[in-house]
């Protein structure tokens, strides 16, 4: 088991395995913060570095970094993807 403390000071306890993805983005709020998805239904926000908290968690080599179209980044959980499509015509920005 790993935890982490989120900024507003709630501990989660969790299997590293279950990490989706971490950003170093808030994608809601765009503001340059380490954001945890796939342990609650909504994200975490921690007060680490995306590679400190992913080396911390023993779980680094299971992630592939993706660059969002704003510049950022987010790292998936390579073993979390079940379904990869191709885009419907104007699904995203042009050069996407």
Same mark, same amino acid.
């Given at each position: 088991m790993a935890?982490?403390?989120?900024?507003? *000071? @709630?501990?989660?306890?969790?299997?590293?395995?279950?990490?989706?993805?971490v950003a170093d983005h808030d994608a809601d709020?765009?503001?340059?913060?380490?954001?945890?998805? *796939?342990?609650?239904? *909504?994200? @975490?926000?921690?007060?680490?570095?995306v590679g400190g908290f992913l080396g911390r968690i023993g779980n680094e080599q299971n992630f592939a970094r993706f660059t969002r179209l704003n510049d950022t980044f987010v790292w998936i959980n390579c073993k979390a993807v079940k379904v990869v499509r191709s885009p419907v015509p104007e699904e995203f920005a042009p050069g996407a």
């Open positions: 935890d982490l403390t989120t900024i507003g *000071g @709630l501990k989660v306890h969790f299997d590293p395995n279950a990490v989706a993805a709020t765009g503001e340059a913060v380490t954001t945890v998805y *796939g342990l609650t239904a *909504g994200r @975490l926000r921690i007060d680490e570095t």
